[in-house]
């Protein structure tokens, strides 16, 4: 079965420090996907990125990392040089094909990190 | 501006009665979502609906109903059936690559939170 499993469940860190949110996975699909999204406390999620399984490239974004490593089924995120406006909680998820019925390719989310950036 | 709107932000009900969240989106989206959030938990769906007149349950899909009569509004109905409402309620929607069936990344309204006492 599909699973996202987040085991951070809240970080603290102190404004401008590094850090890496982890995101382990579990599929039997070759084909899949991988999205992050952030939570912030007015509660909407924002899409950050979305990356397939085909691409294990590392992304950057600004101040945002992505780094996928197939062989040990993770999707981790870093932040570099925190700020407190990056204080949310983040999600990442995951979307196999639809081949599988049941879920027609909807998205599974971990539970979620909770990051608290302090001045 | 195109986006996808809930309304109300808040919601008050006394047990035993029924209730509809609103979902509208202007993003000419194929796809409509609900989840539920509770508190340090993730998100669960509870419907989806992929064309208009046709929707199907998510892995919650007990106490709540919806429709989908137009493409661009996706009603969500807490019934007086489920057991513990009180909960924060997303929307969302994503659009189809193509027509492959398959959907791009979802994108999320602002929430509706609901205590139902």
């Known amino acids: 079965a599909q699973k996202v499993t987040q085991a951070q469940t809240e970080i603290s860190v102190v404004e401008k420090e590094d850090v890496t949110l982890d995101c382990v996975y579990e599929t039997r699909d070759t084909t899949y996907y991988l999205f992050w999204y952030k939570q912030p406390p007015s509660g909407e999620l924002v899409f950050l990125i979305r990356r397939n399984s085909f691409d294990e490239q590392n992304e950057i974004s600004g101040r945002y990392s992505w780094n996928f490593q197939k062989s040990t089924s993770s999707f981790n995120f870093t932040i570099t040089a925190s700020q407190v406006v990056d204080s949310a909680v983040y999600f990442c998820a995951l979307r196999d094909r639809l081949d599988y019925g049941g879920s027609q390719g909807n998205l599974i989310f971990g539970k979620g990190t909770k990051l608290s950036v302090k001045p | 501006d195109g986006g996808i709107t809930q309304s109300p932000k808040y919601l008050f009900r006394k047990e035993g009665q029924n209730v509809t969240l609103s979902c509208e989106q202007n993003?000419?989206?194929?796809?409509m979502y609900w989840y539920r959030q509770d508190p340090g938990q993730g998100l669960r769906l509870i419907y989806y609906s992929q064309i208009v007149n046709d929707f199907q349950k998510g892995d919650i899909a007990e106490g709540y109903s919806v429709s989908r009569e137009k493409k661009e509004s996706f009603p969500l109905t807490v019934t007086s059936a489920q057991k513990n409402p009180t909960a924060f309620y997303l929307c969302?929607?994503?659009?189809?690559?193509?027509?492959?069936?398959?959907?791009?990344?979802?994108?999320f309204g602002p929430g509706t939170r609901l205590t139902v006492t």
């Open positions: 993003l000419n989206h194929d796809a």
């Open positions: 969302a929607s994503s659009i189809m690559f193509g027509t492959s069936g398959r959907f791009h990344e979802q994108y």
